[in-house]
């Protein structure tokens, strides 16, 4: 399972070796609003949101994909395993809780065990830990990109700085966050 960002493809080292050797097929399922799953670049719709974008409806579109793939590829019935990381991870385990006919197992490495909506204290722990200068400047440099996210031109050329033309607001979004906070 792909969490909050672009499905990659399917997984290689471990995963891939078993897969093999027991003559299984890989799947790698991007969740719904994350990478190139988007519903509408509309992220001010909080209706749409609200009734598209949850672990309810991510695990419902999981179990759409399973049921898909058998009725329509396969012709049968298949044993089915989850495997995720982080909040991926939560996913998986919630998989397997909430459609536990579904799967023989699911894997959750590092899973999400206790989701908090809108945990922004996340950030303030990040910064908590990290020298004044350094938060300073992060803060100048959020600054910038505020003043330059609704303006098209100005946030593509924003984008060419960073090296990354045409990437979603969201992806550069979940970029400069990751940037900082990750190594924390």
Request: charged share 10%; glycine share 8%.
């Amino acid at each position: 399972i792909s969490g909050e960002q672009i499905a990659m493809g399917s997984p290689s080292g471990f995963l891939q070796d078993y897969a093999q050797s027991i003559n299984a097929l890989l799947f790698t399922l991007e969740h719904r609003w994350y990478g190139n799953s988007n519903l509408s670049d509309n992220y001010t719709n909080i209706p749409l949101l609200a009734n598209t974008l949850s672990v309810e409806s991510a695990l419902a579109d999981m179990n759409y994909f399973m049921t898909y793939i058998e009725q329509s590829f396969i012709g049968k019935n298949l044993t089915w395993f989850s495997v995720g990381g982080s909040y991926a991870g939560g996913l998986s385990a919630w998989l397997k809780v909430n459609y536990p006919e579904r799967l023989a197992a699911a894997w959750s490495s590092s899973g999400v065990v206790n989701p908090v909506f809108d945990y922004w204290q996340y950030e303030g722990h990040v910064v908590s830990v990290l020298p004044p200068l350094c938060t300073y400047s992060l803060q100048q440099v959020y600054q910038q990109i505020y003043l330059k996210w609704n303006d098209p031109v100005a946030f593509a050329a924003l984008q060419v700085q960073f090296g990354v033309s045409n990437m979603t607001q969201t992806d550069f979004a979940e970029m400069i966050g990751d940037a900082y906070s990750g190594p924390v």
